[in-house]
């Protein structure tokens, strides 16, 4: 059997392309999976020291809990609370954001 030497070109192009395009995908899957594995490490971190700073500082807190009247204060641990979680409310708002505007840009490269 034997076949047009053109069409074998045209076969060999198509080939290459869908080739490089794969390649090509492959390395931005690559390079995506590194910078997120990339910040779990400093998130993790940062998470741990928060955890031991509200810990510490609750604990520090907590012989000035009892006003003159013995009525249990919690103003200071309440503060305590908003400090641990406006860092955390701000990841997670981030976070969103960061996932969003990947979405656009993936249906705008479709």
Known sequence: MSYPPGNFTARAAVVNRTHRVVREQAQNMREQRERERSLWVPLVICSLLMLVLCYSVWYMLDGY?????????????IMLLLIWLVPVIGAALGLAWYRRERERANEGAK
């Open 65 to 77: 809990d009892v006003t003159p009247s013995g009525i249990p204060d919690a103003s200071d641990q």
